[in-house]
Nanobody, 115 residues
Framework: QVQLVESGGGLVQPGGSLRLSCGASRNIFSLFLIGWYRQAPGKQRELVGAVTSGGTTNYADSVKGRFTISRDNAKNTVNLQMNSLKPDDTAVYYC?????????WGQGTQVTVSS
């Protein structure tokens, strides 16, 4: 089992920045994959970006160049730095991990981009 807890969501103006963090109950470097999904109202949950245990990152085309995933070994967290935010980025953001062929999800954190 892997417990995931997100933090850092909130309201931000278009063009602004926000940083999400996800704490895990297991060493994040031991997880096959950890990353972020998001779900906007009326839409399907979609991948934002993820990082493998080997350090390979993958991002949705819609966030490339604006969002960055990083792992903090000291805090055992995976972070999502979001820059140049747009109203279309408004969604509930979920931390997601894959470990031993099982999928785990956090409870989600709301990100709202609005003026």
């Amino acid at each position: 089992q892997v417990q995931l807890v997100e933090s850092g969501g909130g309201l931000v103006q278009p063009g602004g920045s926000l940083r999400l963090s996800c704490g895990a109950s297991r060493n994040i470097f031991s997880l096959f994959l950890i990353g972020w999904y998001r779900q906007a109202p009326g839409k399907q949950r979609e991948l934002v970006g993820a990082v493998t245990s080997g350090g390979t990152t993958n991002y949705a085309d819609s966030v490339k160049g604006r969002f960055t995933i990083s792992r903090d070994n000291a805090k055992n967290t995976v972070n999502l730095q979001m820059n140049s935010l747009k109203p279309d980025d408004t969604a509930v953001y979920y931390c997601h991990a894959v470990h031993q062929f099982q999928y785990f999800w956090g409870q989600g954190t709301q990100v709202t981009v609005s003026s």
